[in-house]
């Protein structure tokens, strides 16, 4: 098992060399083929509501603007490509907003590399919810960079959030490629002690034998999570950031809970934690 195609975000931001970094990093291991998508930022739908392009001038140099803006993008991407000697890649120019586009075309890939939303710029081109969006909307593991820090290779040392929950065994599923070649994985279970099963029943469904049989060696650790008033689910977002870092990883892998109304997303508490506060790259899958 192994990623084969990667589909990484591509912009003018300042961090888009990061995510190419990744990217390529994961390609050149797995011999995968890297789609570079760059987005002019206008919705698909709206397209075919608007007047044609030859009938609106303005609308015309607008859209140019976009679309240069977009090709811009992908010549750095290209170039990116070609000296990081990834075996395979494309470039796409997509007219669709961000969320929308990354989605739609990440289903037909093995993993979606995008950046955190950098504070202050929650506007256009893209969407404040666009991290959470694509998470919750691609169907695929998303590799979320970090605005912070630099992320070139992720995945020496890895945390594995783990409640046996369906979206845990998927995100820990999806991950096995970046499982396979890290240098250690632990796998991290949180006692709330709120009178929930959670640890009963991570426990009883350890995954250490099953990830063993995949080549990995992993070791599971039960976290206590101080309760405060009752508990709350952004606690264990908070505990998981902290064991990241008392740990040394390098890449977090958690399941995403959460669900979409239009285009609201509603998220679980330790997951938008987790995205609003990473500090170390996260894969996550819904």
């Known amino acids: 098992m192994d990623y084969k195609t990667i589909l990484v975000h591509v912009d003018d931001g300042a961090r888009c060399a990061d995510r190419l970094g990744a990217a390529a990093a994961i390609a050149r291991r797995s011999g995968a083929h890297v789609i570079g998508a760059a ?14 392009e030859a009938n609106d001038p303005t609308l015309a140099l607008h859209l140019d603007f976009l679309r240069e803006r977009g090709r811009d993008a992908l010549a750095l991407f290209d170039g990116h490509m070609a000296a990081s ?7 796409r120019l997509i007219d669709d907003e961000a969320g929308a586009g990354i989605s739609l075309h990440a289903r037909a890939a093995d993993l979606v590399v995008i950046g955190q939303a950098e504070p202050g710029q929650a506007t256009a081109p893209l969407m404040a919810d666009f991290p959470a969006y694509v998470v919750i909307h691609s169907g695929r593991p998303v590799l979320l960079l970090p605005y912070a820090i630099g992320a070139a290779d992720p995945g020496r040392h890895v945390l594995v959030s783990w409640d046996a929950s369906r979206e845990a065994a998927r995100a820990m599923q999806l991950a096995i490629p970046l499982l396979a070649r890290a240098d250690s994985v632990t796998i991290a279970v949180f006692d709330t002690r709120s009178g929930t099963r959670t640890v009963a029943d991570a426990t009883a469904a350890d995954p250490v034998r099953y990830l063993a049989r995949h080549g990995i060696q992993a070791t599971l650790t039960v976290v206590p999570v101080e309760q405060k008033r009752g508990h709350r689910r952004h606690e264990v977002g908070d505990a ?9 990883a390098d890449l977090l892998v958690m399941g995403a809970y959460g669900h979409s109304r239009f285009r609201e997303t509603i998220l679980g508490g330790a997951t938008r934690t987790v995205l609003e506060g990473m500090t170390v790259p996260v894969l996550m899958a819904h």
């Open 240 to 248: 998981l950031l902290t064991l990241a870092s008392d740990r040394g």
């Open 85 to 91: 000697g990834v075996p395979s890649y494309e470039g």
């Open 39 to 52: 987005l002019s930022g206008v919705s698909r739908f709206l397209y075919q509501a608007m007047p044609s």
